[in-house]
């Protein structure tokens, strides 16, 4: 099987990449991306070919490796709430345009798509667990800019959807719960605002900044370990009697479910067993801050999210085994140790 993926030098591509080389001897990738920088170490291995490519420019190249793949999936992507706010146009212009540029080519040329949604798209949806199948997707009004991502997401989800009934587009739409791991974010870069929380804290740490609580860090999430994402992953790439066929699947931990503000706590606590953190944890300071200071006016919170992963459970046969513990410990290991 040939695979393409767009976007495979992300946090997510990466492990995708090491996850497939490592148990597929009859997969080969094809894995696009601006930068190598995070699977520099797999270029030259059988069956992997990096190609530096911009999907926002190099259009014929995308058309060829599309052509020659069976499956591929379109990573590439801005998933930062502080561009959200910022420069919503270049989220509209990355996370759709040129996604939906993507999912054409798998119709003209009959391929099959498997695409990144995300648990944004559920938005402010008050729902105890939200459910791939009934559950609303609630976004804010337009001056709240930060719902360009879950719109453009959630549009590509209803044009995949629609473009299965269609053209019989052969597609699987995976939404990711904040996956965490090593290789998330480049943690040297001291700017808040500029990764997502696990990583925004441990950069803080590591820069001596106070950990900031947006609007009080009551806000939950639900944490999944990256080597969970990966191994569902997996199973929608295989496919067992075409059982991720047309299928969208929550992919998260909701038994790893935690506040910012308890967040914030675990990781200076364990900041504390680090050589290089430990100094700086007993200064920095954990702070609450509004969200209109963080992120700007525009910015919207959600206050709970936490997956139904049933169907992945019975469909994929597939569950998170990663708890927030080994989680942080795994992740801050490979970023201190
Ligand atoms: P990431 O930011 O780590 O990776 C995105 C990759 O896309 C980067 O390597 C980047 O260089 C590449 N890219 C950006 N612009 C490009 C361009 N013009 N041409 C070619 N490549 C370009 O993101 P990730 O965490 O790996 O996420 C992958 C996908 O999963 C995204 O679509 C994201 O929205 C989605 N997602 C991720 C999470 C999560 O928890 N990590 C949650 C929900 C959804």
Known sequence: MNILIVGAGGFIGSHLCEAIL????????????????????????DRFNFVQSDILKDFDLMEDSVKNCDVVFPLAAIASPLVYVQDPLRIFELDFEANLRIVRL?????????????????GMCNDEEFDEEN?????????????IYSCS??????????????Y????????????????????TNPNNGSSRVVTQFLSNILHGKNLNLVDGGSQVRCFTYISDGIDALIKIVENKNNCADKQIFNIGNPYNELSIKDLAYKIKGLASEYEKLKENASKVEIVVTSSSDYYGKSYQDVNRRVPSIKRAESILG???????????????????K
């Not at 080994?326 to 992740?331: F, G, R, S």
């Open 153 to 166: 997401k959630q549009m590509m989800d209803r044009v995949i959807y629609a473009a299965g009934n269609k």
């Open 106 to 122: 798998a119709i003209k040329y009959k391929k099959r798509v498997i695409f990144p949604s995300t648990s944004e798209v559920y």
């Open 135 to 147: 559950s609303s997707c609630v976004t804010g009004p337009i001056c709240k800019q930060r719902w």
């Open 168 to 187: 019989d587009l052969h597609y699987t739409l995976f939404r990711p719960f904040n996956w965490i791991g090593p290789r998330l974010d480049d943690i």
């Open 22 to 45: 490592d148990r597929h001897s009859d997969w080969n990738i094809t894995a696009m991306d601006i930068s190598s920088a995070k699977i520099g170490h797999l270029i030259g291995q």
């Open 318 to 336: 597939w569950k998170p085994v990663v708890n927030m513990d080994d989680l942080l410990t795994k992740t801050m290991d490979f970023y201190f």
